[in-house]
């Protein structure tokens, strides 16, 4: 397995706990900062960039198909990272506060921390046990 594999298993599994945690820790403010987020255009736009960015470096630097279970997450990680980043810019305003809504982010919070979490275990498990 590649250290880049590795590395970014680490990095992105201890990054996926501390923020599920810290988001869990503080729901109701975590829930009231995503909701304005979402109601304020230059700052989503700001986050969009560097999610695009982000999932840019990601597929360009680790684009792995095979080799295990691992290296195709962290690489299926970072095409869903550009993915997202992509779709948010092309999307008009409007569009993202009714996906926002849709996606019923305050009632299924702790669904969606769940993920993340169980998420940043696996890759921080097997990216310190590699």
Excluded: D, Q
Excluded at 101 to 119: C, P, Q, S, T
């Amino acid at each position: 397995m590649s250290p880049l594999t590795i590395y970014l298993a680490k990095l992105f599994g201890l990054y996926c706990i501390i923020f599920a945690l810290a988001m869990m820790a503080h729901k109701r403010e975590a829930v009231e900062a995503i909701r304005a987020l979402v109601r304020s255009p230059p700052l989503l736009l700001f986050v969009e960039v560097i999610g695009l960015m982000a999932g840019l470096a990601l597929v360009l630097g680790h684009n792995v198909w095979s080799g295990g279970m691992l290296p195709v997450v962290v690489t299926l990680l970072g095409w869903l990272v550009l993915i997202r980043g992509a779709a948010l810019l092309a999307m008009p305003e409007n569009a993202k506060i009714r996906l926002f809504e849709k996606l019923r982010y305050e009632e299924r919070f702790h669904v969606y921390m769940g993920v993340a979490l169980i998420l940043g275990i696996y890759l921080a498990v097997a990216g310190f046990s590699a």
